[in-house]
């Protein structure tokens, strides 16, 4: 399977460390979005996308770089960081699973943990989730590029 992850990492690494992980399993590329190649991507069995969590909402490099794609057909899966916990009722990734879908993407599944965030309150205490993602965190990571890999949908 050819796999490749757009990703944007930019506070503490906390994204790409998941996105190499993930990558690791799926023998996957990892690039941000301006070093990716849209042939490249059209010749993916498998394309993810993540980033941190930014006032509740993925990176806008990511949201930006997928609007601009063409529609195609495709798998892809989301994925994200954050220093505070998803709301079941609106999860970070549901925009860009929705844009990814009008896009034509069919989307296998999301992944999101909890990452280190010095976000304004947060660093007035040096911030939140210091060990974070930690070994569970990427074990979780692991389990869930498994599941894709394998053809199987990963369990929300």
């Not at 998941?18 to 941000?32: N, R």
């Amino acid at each position: 399977m050819k796999a490749v992850i757009v990703c944007v990492s930019v506070s503490h690494g906390n994204t790409r460390h998941v996105a190499d992980t993930m990558a690791q399993v799926l023998g996957a590329k990892v690039v941000c979005p301006e070093e990716a190649d849209l042939a490249e991507l059209a010749g993916a069995d498998l394309v993810g996308f993540g980033s941190g969590v930014f006032y509740s909402r993925l990176h806008p490099r990511l949201t930006d770089f997928v609007r601009a794609l063409p529609t195609r057909p495709g798998r892809a899966f989301v994925f994200a960081t954050s220093g505070l916990p998803e709301m079941p009722p609106a999860p970070f990734t549901r925009p860009l699973v929705q844009l990814l879908r009008r896009k034509g993407f069919e989307v296998d599944g999301t992944f999101s943990c909890r990452a280190f965030d010095t976000w304004t309150p947060f660093k007035l205490v040096g911030g939140i989730n210091k060990q974070r993602p930690n070994s569970g965190d990427l074990a979780a990571a692991q389990v869930f590029a498994e599941r894709l890999r394998h053809g199987r949908r990963p369990v929300a």
